[in-house]
């Protein structure tokens, strides 16, 4: 099955900073990269993801990027503010497969 | 809301004992999927649904098992608890129709084993 990494484990920065999160998988015919935020003590939400067709994706601070050659792809987060603090997840996807996610970046924007 | 709901939220119980949760997923998704989160660990698969028959199975104890019903809720039943069972239960569901969609989570079931 699909293995998901992920690094790094924690990341500090200051606000204002950006961070990047990345992720490498291990199946080759996954098609979709989903990156999902999860605030203490809430559930997971999606905040972009992205599909193996397309190179890149943008939403306002938050984009993600994909080499299918290299088998990774990465969260890019500008402009970060406090509010960004949470765990992130990263997940790789075969259509037809289970969602497995990657171990988790905590962020840690300092003020 | 994601509109995935669990119940209960919170769930006491001793060792030994055996309890269910329940998930009611999306109206209209077909795919139910469990994930148990230990303290400040990550989401670790248990096992997936689709239209009512599993469709996928990660690291889940023998002791644990689940089922979709024909209403496409799902259950999971956890026997036996022992202390590290202690964790936050999630249940997620998405479409999955002709391509893959979003994944959207419940609000969880903490169960905490005494």
């Known amino acids: 099955g699909e293995n998901v990494e992920q690094h790094p484990s924690t990341l500090s920065v200051q606000e204002g900073d950006s961070a990047v999160i990345k992720c490498t998988y291990s199946?080759?015919?996954?098609?979709?990269f989903p990156w999902y935020k999860q605030e203490l003590g809430k559930r997971p939400q999606l905040i972009i993801d992205?599909?193996?067709?397309?190179g890149e994706k943008k939403d306002q601070r938050i984009a993600v990027t994909l080499n299918k050659t290299a088998k990774h792809f990465s969260l890019h987060i500008t402009e970060t503010q406090p509010e960004d603090s949470a765990v992130y997840f990263c997940a790789a996807i075969l259509y037809g497969q289970n969602f497995v996610f990657g171990p988790g970046t905590r962020l840690s924007v300092l003020p | 809301d994601s509109g995935v709901t669990q119940t209960p939220k919170h769930l006491i119980t001793a060792t030994g004992q055996r309890v269910t949760l329940r998930c009611s997923p999306r109206?209209?998704?077909?795919?139910v999927y469990w994930y148990q989160q230990s303290l400040d660990q990550g989401l670790q698969f248990l096992i997936q649904?689709?239209?009512?028959?599993?469709?996928a199975k990660g690291n889940i104890l023998e002791r644990f098992s689940a089922q979709q019903f024909p209403d496409l809720h799902s259950e999971l039943n956890l026997s036996s608890l022992e202390l590290g069972d202690s964790a936050l239960y999630f249940c997620a569901s998405s479409a999955q129709g002709q391509e893959w969609t979003e994944a959207f989570f419940g609000q969880g079931t903490r169960l905490t084993v005494v």
């Open positions: 109206s209209g998704d077909l795919s």
């Open positions: 992205i599909r193996s067709n397309v």
């Open positions: 199946d080759s015919a996954s098609n979709y």
């Open positions: 649904y689709y239209n009512g028959e599993e469709r």
